[in-house]
């Protein structure tokens, strides 16, 4: 080869060296995206069905034991008799259970958060009224059952909840995330190198 190739072959060695850089650069820094499951439960005591989403870290394998510290958020649609509420990694207190493998299915899956009023006590004439802890939980079981509830505010001598039952509770596919434009630049970037290579060996 002549020495006029010789600033061709350097300029070509030198994007490949910078494309395997980026490269490298890229997968370290690329976070598994975040994934979501979707519930779908029939009601026995409100009306109709009922929706909930479960949003997760990446990180999560699906058919492994849930922690705490996969949750991002969990929210419940809320029906006729329970309102909306949502979950949070900061605020949630227990989870448990599993997202399985092959979805839809029935699950075991369990969380609650943290309570966010202190009990106090009034005394009337005939009932001790007691202001509860508002907490919110979710269950549901691999038999198909489900619950909801929110702590009402208020019990008259015993602990009272708004609730949430039915069955026919199922977990659908998570939401997995497409490749970042990133990667597809990367990708393109390498084979025009590659043409150029060829290209210029002809």
Aim: proline share 5%; charged share 10%; net charge neutral.
């Amino acid at each position: 080869m002549s020495r006029s190739h010789h600033p061709m072959r350097l300029l070509l060695t030198a994007l490949t060296a910078l494309v395997l850089l980026a490269g490298t650069a890229l997968a370290t820094a690329i976070v598994p995206a975040n994934k979501t499951f979707s519930f779908v439960g029939a009601c026995t005591d409100c009306s109709g069905s009922v929706t909930a989403t479960l949003v997760v870290n990446g990180a999560y394998t699906q058919g492994n034991p849930l922690a705490t510290s996969d949750l991002v958020s969990f929210t419940y649609g809320g029906s006729n008799l329970l309102p909306l509420f949502t979950i949070t990694n900061t605020s949630v207190t227990t989870m448990s259970g599993l997202i399985p493998t092959g979805l839809p299915s029935f699950a075991d899956f369990y969380i609650t958060d943290a309570a966010i009023a202190t009990p106090t006590f009034q005394t009337f004439t005939l009932l001790s009224v007691i202001d509860a802890p508002t907490t919110h939980f979710f269950e549901s079981t691999a038999a198909g059952t489900w619950r909801a509830g929110l702590g009402s505010g208020v019990a008259i001598n015993l602990d009272q909840y708004d609730s949430d039952n039915g069955t026919a509770g199922t977990w659908g596919t998570p939401n997995n995330a497409v490749p970042e434009p990133g990667a597809f630049a990367l990708v393109a970037g390498g084979l025009a190198v590659l043409g150029l290579r060829r290209w210029r060996r002809q």
